[in-house]
């Protein structure tokens, strides 16, 4: 398996502007997390599904964050507008979940936002 | 979650057991102690996780005291790949997927 796939990988955009940040998880994993990671807050939980269905978004910043699912294979975490403070490492994740004490996260690569 | 205590930097020798101790006095009876690093530029990556035994994989060995307020991950042979971040977390085992990252351990592994 390729592992959590993120697109794209760097993106450096000017304020104001929507972003798009995708995600493709793991085939056969049933949760998808969206983290971001910055030097002032460190690794946080934006958003959280299971089977496609968001179950906790109590992480997503404001309004202007929103996350979908519309499939088990694919993932986005949009930002419009976007401001500087955004810049950030958005890391997507993926697990089997079902409460299983085996149960770990698998981790992408991360994307590398910087918001001008 | 249980909040956890991690010393914020270690350093360990290339080749020596580095040992990362990790505090979590206020852990309930159905919350597991799992272990990830983050080594730069990467996203975490898993290593280990118990619930009251001590547990070992091909990575590390974890080792939680009997009375499950602290617990020690032993990285046997440190190379100089071992280098990252070492977050020490406790989660319930049912009800909750969520990991709540603390601020870590940032390890060093000397040659």
């Known amino acids: 398996d390729a592992g959590v796939i993120q697109s794209p990988r760097h993106e450096v955009t000017e304020m104001g502007q929507e972003v798009t940040l995708r995600c493709k998880p793991i085939s056969g994993h049933d949760y998808l997390f969206w983290y971001r990671q910055t030097m002032m807050r460190g690794l946080e939980l934006l958003i959280y599904?299971?089977?496609?269905?968001?179950?906790?978004d109590s992480g997503m910043p404001e309004d202007r964050f929103s996350a979908k699912m519309p499939n088990a294979s694919f993932s986005t975490l949009k930002i419009q507008p976007s401001e500087p403070r955004d810049s950030a490492v958005y890391f997507c994740?993926?697990?089997?979940?079902?409460?299983?004490?085996?149960?770990?996260?698998?981790f992408g690569p991360g994307t590398r936002l910087t918001v001008l | 979650d249980a909040k956890t205590t991690q010393p914020t930097s270690m350093d360990c020798a290339e080749g020596r057991a580095a040992n990362l101790p990790c505090n979590h006095s206020t852990i309930s009876g159905n919350e597991y102690v799992y272990w990830y690093r983050q080594i730069h530029s990467q996203g975490p990556q898993y290593i280990i996780h118990g619930l009251k035994n001590n547990e070992t994989n091909e990575m590390a060995s974890l080792i939680i005291t009997e009375d499950r307020k602290s617990s020690t991950l032993i990285l046997p042979h440190a190379t100089l790949r071992d280098t990252a971040v070492y977050y020490c977390i406790v989660r319930p085992n049912f009800g909750n997927e969520k990991l709540t990252f603390g601020t870590g351990t940032r390890l060093t592994i000397i040659p």
């Open positions: 994740a993926s697990s089997l979940g079902g409460g299983l004490s085996t149960d770990t996260q698998y």
């Open positions: 599904f299971n089977n496609n269905v968001p179950i906790d």
